[in-house]
Structure formats: C-alpha cells, structure tokens
C-alpha cells in the first residue's frame, strides 16, 4: 500500500504534526491515516521497520486493546441477537469462577467486577521480563488476579483489569460454542471489512518493534503476547483496518440503537473512585466526559482505544459528530519517553483538525 499524502490543507497539517512528533519523542516509526466518512485525508508512514527498511502503511502491527472493543461489541450483537442478556450472570458458562454468581457480561465488559489486576504484580512482571517468549495460559492468568483480594464487591466500582477480558473471551465462547478468533470474524472483523486484521500470528509484511524494557534495546516483534488478552483475541492488523475500525466501533455500526448506548455506557459513569485496596493508577475517575465503555474509551466526544505494548503503541479514534477518524501506530526509538505515544500524536492531530472537539487524557 503506497503512502498517500496530498500536499496540501489537513493532510500537510497532519504530516507536519506526525513528523515533528517522530523527532521529539525519538520514535523508530510512525504509520498514520485519517479518513473523513470513510475517505482518504492523509495515509503515510515515516521511518523505519528495521535498519535500511522504510515502516509502509502496509505493515502489520499488535492491536492489543483494540480486540477488546471487538469483544464488547460482540457480545452487544448477541445481545441483540436475543441470545444473551448483560445482566446474565457469567456463573451460567463459567462455574468454577469464584462469585461468579455476582458478577455479570456486563461487569465483564465495562471492567466493574472488582477483579485485580494482573499486569502490575511484581511476580508477573518478573516472569514476562525473564522470559518474554513464555506462552501464558487463561487460567494461569486469571489465577494470578483470584489470588489478590477483591477490590470492591463486584458492580460497586470500576477499575481496568485484563482478566475481566480474558474471561469474558472465555464466556464468549461457551456462549456460542465457536471458538473467539472465529466468533469475532464473523460478528465484527468480517462484517467491518478488516481483512488484515487477524488473530496471533504476525503476516508479513511486519512492522517490527524494539523495547528497552529488559534494560537494553532489544527486538520485540515476536515477544509473546499471549498475556495480554483472551486467546483468540491476541490480533494485529495494518493502518488502514485500524481506521476502519476505528470509525465502525464508533460509529455503532454493527449494532442497534440501544446497543450503541450500552457500547458507550454500560453503567460505569460516575464509578471509578479509588480504594484502599484499588490503586489509582488502575481504578480512574469515570466521568461524564471521560470514562470506560463496553471496551471502549469515550474521551469527550471520540470513542477511543490506546494499546501499548512492548515497543509498540497504537490508537483508533472516532469523532461521530464530523464521522473523522484517526488511527496511529508507532514504534519505540532507544530513547522514547514511556507511554502512549501513538496517542500523543493522534491529541495533538485532532486538536489541528478539530481544535473544538479535543481528545481528553485518560490513563
């Protein structure tokens, strides 16, 4: 897929923005595209893959979080369907959960169950860094978080966990008796047209990732993502499935009306205090303005995702009002600053083309 970047209006603008980006913040990388309703505004990539190979727009790429907005919005479709109901408790497909009689899809996928969150615990992050190739299990995952305390009685609070994802990749599975990869083919990816969007394993041709993560920059492309999310939805995809499905998630399209406002709040407005056992770097304010869907980020007006991880950073962004959609990946440079830098760009690209409708931080 060739860079496509006309020379003149938003499309300088965006590329003036990415490339002064890239500079500052030391980035190996940089793929972007913005589309209006669908239509091309800038397509480009600047940098480099590897040593002497130019980053193309073609270029696969981990998607991480994004597949979570897959899985809400699937299990929104069955909602739909008639098949399930959000206030169903996951007990039903998921007995050996412990309350799992208390916990509900719902709580599931807005992230309110209470569950901790395993990323952060010190032993986790030992064993990732030792072995960066290790190949997690679902039960050894959520084990690690059953075997903390609660945070809050399940539906009193909200806090990001990815074992709440992981087992909601589980319960989708027993719900449809189809295996996750191929349930979100053909509820969200195949029906949005995301054909270079696919579970696991990384298609040429590949953006590669380096991370200092480990102490030394290092290559991470082929680290093993297998901790990150419900196996099934471990996916990567190219610029262009990004911004098509950043505008497709957004938009609702695949679901009904009501659908689309449980997408955008399935009740955790207002939710999100801290607690004593609930770190605030994981349990954040949900406000009006600025809180966690079913698998989505609404940040103001844009309905977001931000994955991060290890040398990779991505966003997908949605402004329904103007149907814009901004979708950036970047890779590290030795010396990158931590956090989500593809984010960084897509703020500072939407404060350029819509300085009224600015994308608020939010972890």
Known sequence: MPSRVPGHGPARDVLRIAEQAKDEMGLKSVILRVTVDGRNVVTTALGESMTGVPADPAMHFRNGNIAISYMGTALLRLVDQGTVRLDDPVARWLPDLPQGERITLRMLGASTTGLAHYVPLPRFQQAVTADPYRHWTPQELVALSTGQPRWYEPGTNWSYSHANFVLLGAALEKITGTRLDHLLQREVTGPLGLRETRNSFTPGPVLHAFSPDRGLYEESTFWNPSWTTAPGAVQTTDICDLARSAAGIGSGQLL????????????????????????????????????????????????????????????????????????????QGPDTPDGHTAHTIAQRIAAALTPEHPIPEYG
């Open 256 to 331: 009904s009306p009501a659908g689309h406002r449980e997408l955008l709040d399935p009740g955790a407005v207002g939710l999100g205090t801290p607690t004593h056992t609930c770190p605030a770097t994981v349990c954040l304010p949900n406000t009006e303005a600025t809180h966690y869907g079913m698998g989505v980020l609404v940040l103001g007006d844009w309905i977001s995702q931000h994955p991060l991880f290890f040398g990779y950073s991505a966003s997908q962004n949605y402004l329904p009002e103007e149907r814009l959609a901004i979708a950036v990946s970047t890779t």
